[in-house]
């Protein structure tokens, strides 16, 4: 699986797009980027998926470059309750390995 | 909605003692997993299961063991507990490796 990278820590302010970018530059053709996010002491809750198109469903936007070799998540209108660690994961789709790096850690700001 | 549960969020044993994690899923997914997280280190798959009675070891699996003997349940075995095996420990599941991953709550164990 294809590593990635994401920023440590970001701040938005509520009621902004939170757009939050990962580097995923080894990336394969049959690998999906997908989005979760972990809310404190709670488990990692599913976002968003896609493989080249971009997506978008109730939650959140997720635009992947031409090239797919970097990927932004948009929560369009951040809330407080939108504070949580962010995972982009990459993995071939049919496996059953997903690796979760340290993740973006995003404060939604009053 | 996909509801994975696990039987403790919290758990405090001594060195030496086994320890059962349980968790159930309601959803009849084929997969089930173990994870642990830790600071720095981010998720880490211990042991996966895509069938009753089937297991494969994930990228830690020393000092653990599962047991899948219903669909539905999986279960986390620590036959003697160590300092080093204090962590969150979560479970998931899936429908099939073409689906996303369902999360429970996670249990915090602490071995004293």
């Known amino acids: 699986d294809a590593k990635t990278t994401q920023p440590t820590s970001m701040d938005c302010a509520e009621g902004r797009a939170a757009n939050l970018p990962c580097n995923h530059s080894?990336?394969?053709?049959?690998?999906?980027v997908y989005w979760y996010r972990q809310i404190h002491s709670q488990g990692p809750q599913y976002i968003i998926h896609?493989?080249?198109n971009n997506e978008t469903n109730e939650m959140a936007s997720l635009i992947i470059t031409e090239d797919r070799k970097s990927s932004t998540l948009i929560l369009p209108h951040a809330t407080l309750r939108d504070t949580a660690v962010y995972y982009c994961?990459?993995?071939?789709?049919?496996?059953?390995?997903?690796?979760f790096g340290t993740g973006t850690r995003l404060k939604v700001l009053a | 909605d996909v509801k994975v549960t696990q039987s403790s969020r919290y758990l405090v044993k001594r060195t030496g003692e086994k320890v059962f994690l349980e968790c159930v899923q309601d959803?009849?997914?084929?997969?089930m997993f173990w994870y642990r997280q830790d600071p720095g280190l981010g998720l880490r798959l211990i042991y996966f299961?895509?069938?009753?009675?089937?297991?494969e070891k994930g990228d830690i699996p020393e000092g653990y063991s599962v047991s899948r003997e219903k669909k539905e349940r999986f279960s986390l075995i620590l036959e003697s507990a160590s300092t080093n095996q204090t962590s969150m420990y979560l479970c998931?599941?899936?429908?099939?490796?073409?689906?996303?991953?369902?999360f429970g709550p996670g249990t915090r164990l602490t071995v004293l």
């Open positions: 994961i990459v993995r071939a789709s049919g496996t059953y390995k997903y690796i």
């Open positions: 080894t990336i394969s053709g049959n690998e999906y």
């Open positions: 896609g493989l080249k």
């Open positions: 959803m009849d997914h084929e997969n």
């Open positions: 299961s895509y069938d009753v009675k089937m297991k």
């Open positions: 998931a599941s899936n429908l099939d490796s073409y689906n996303e991953q369902f």
